[in-house]
């Protein structure tokens, strides 16, 4: 992936780096092989300067070369891909509804579900080797009161849905 981005910049005139070249170039971050290690998934994120901001979207691309494809495509950032054990899903954070829960995807492609609903947003997503559970961090904040409460903050806790047994491959 490294060498993608560097041969693009052997299409660079032949002068100094300056800044309005750093907006052309898309980083490439992340990348995670799948279990099988045919796929390789990461991260691609491209500036855009007249919005004062970056976008992140996921992409895949084999193993044994060929073209990229994008399997996200969200207006905001989807990041930090991570496989299920049995390669057929893909883990990853995305603030595509303004907060920052973790979402599953079919790694062939299709809607992404969200899967936490945290208040506190929610990161680095670990699949457990069986793949029917994901461990994640996040932040937890006290709720502190006079006089104390005996209910936790419900915002704290998490919400975990399965993923649609309709849309998941054979």
């Given at each position: 992936?490294?060498?993608?981005?560097?041969?693009?910049?052997?299409?660079?005139?032949?002068?100094?780096?300056?800044?309005?070249?750093?907006?052309?170039?898309?980083?490439?971050?992340?990348?995670?092989?799948?279990?099988?290690?045919?796929?390789?998934?990461?991260?691609?994120?491209?500036?855009?300067?007249?919005?004062?901001?970056?976008?992140?979207?996921?992409?895949?691309?084999?193993?044994?070369?060929?073209?990229?494809?994008?399997?996200?495509?969200?207006?905001?950032?989807?990041?930090?891909?991570?496989?299920?054990?049995?390669?057929?899903?893909?883990?990853?954070?995305?603030?595509?509804?303004?907060?920052?829960?973790?979402?599953?995807?079919?790694?062939?492609?299709?809607?992404a579900c969200k899967l936490t609903g945290l208040s506190t947003g929610a990161t680095t997503?670990?699949?457990?080797?069986?793949?029917?559970?994901?461990?994640?961090?996040?932040?937890?904040?006290?709720?502190?009161?006079?006089?104390?409460?005996?209910?936790?903050?419900?915002?704290n806790r998490v919400q975990l849905a399965p993923p649609p047994r309709t849309s998941r491959p054979a």
């Amino acid at each position: 992936l490294v060498i993608l981005v560097l041969a693009g910049a052997v299409f660079l005139p032949a002068r100094p780096l300056e800044l309005e070249d750093m907006f052309r170039l898309h980083r490439v971050s992340d990348p995670q092989i799948s279990p099988d290690g045919s796929l390789v998934a990461f991260v691609v994120t491209e500036p855009l300067k007249a919005e004062n901001r970056t976008n992140s979207d996921i992409w895949l691309v084999s193993t044994s070369g060929g073209e990229a494809r994008r399997l996200t495509n969200s207006a905001r950032h989807d990041r930090h891909p991570r496989w299920s054990p049995d390669g057929q899903w893909i883990a990853f954070e995305s603030n595509r509804d303004g907060s920052h829960p973790i979402w599953v995807m079919p790694a062939a492609g299709g809607e992404a579900c969200k899967l936490t609903g945290l208040s506190t947003g929610a990161t680095t997503p670990v699949w457990s080797p069986d793949g029917r559970r994901l461990a994640l961090c996040t932040a937890a904040f006290v709720l502190i009161a006079h006089p104390p409460t005996p209910t936790p903050d419900l915002l704290n806790r998490v919400q975990l849905a399965p993923p649609p047994r309709t849309s998941r491959p054979a």
